[in-house]
């Protein structure tokens, strides 16, 4: 949520979604503002990822809309979508690099992709992202002479390739060494500010998401079931975000997956 009187950047309103007949979100109210790192926290399962896909256009609201910039996602056609997807950079949450290309040519990817650039001004522009998550020197390595953390800034400097306005995250710590983690964290937020892009960070990681968010939303059941700044949700007694906080098994967010009795899944039911 945005702190100035400034319009967010994006606004989600009364959003639902449902896979055929799994409802997913129902009704779900969020605001990134401008310039912000807004975190998106909740169970596995919740529908973080899903709500990247609406952002991304990728799915279409069942009911209410995504909005970036005044402009509804959801009546676009694949032109329009495009369009916005151009100022969009997105890290996927088991998103890889291309194996056979080296560091530089994924990086320069999306710009040979995107734009007509000649080669001297993208190459300039691929270092300079590359020096920005501290890997110029390795722009002649293949993915396989890489570590998994140096990989993953690989991908940031791809995501962000392009200038991007907004800067969607899938997971971008999951399996990262905690020095790795802390180092990714804190290039999130510079690239951030240096883009002065709006980033919405979909993590599992509370102590690094409220280290570098302005704001975070819990989801839970398909709602939004708490929000606010890291000074406020660190302090406060709501149980489902001490769950998290905490990082407590039991609590308000059930381990299982909705299944039947399981005496029945066992074929022993009476
Ligand atoms: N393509 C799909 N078809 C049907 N159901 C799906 C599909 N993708 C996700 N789901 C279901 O939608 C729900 C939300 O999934 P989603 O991937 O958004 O969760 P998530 O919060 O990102 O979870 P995680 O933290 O494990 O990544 C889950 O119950 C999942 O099983
Ligand atoms: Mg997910």
Redesign the pocket.
Known sequence: MSTSNERPLIEISGLSFS??Q?A?LSGIDMQFGRRQVVAVM??????????LRLMGGMLKPSAGSVSINGLALGPLDQEQLYAVRRKMGMLF?FGALFTDLTVFENVAFPLREHTDLPDAIIHDLVLMKLHAVGLRGAHALRPSQISGGMARRVALARAVALDPEVILY??PFAGLDPISLSVTASLIRRLNTVLGATSVL?T?EVNESFEIADYVYF?SNGRVAAQGTPAELKVTTDPFVRQFVDAAPDGPVPFH?PAPPYAQDLGIAP
């Open positions: 896979y055929s799994r997913v909740g169970a596995s399962g919740s529908g973080k990822t899903t709500i949450q899938d997971e979909v599992h989801i997956y």
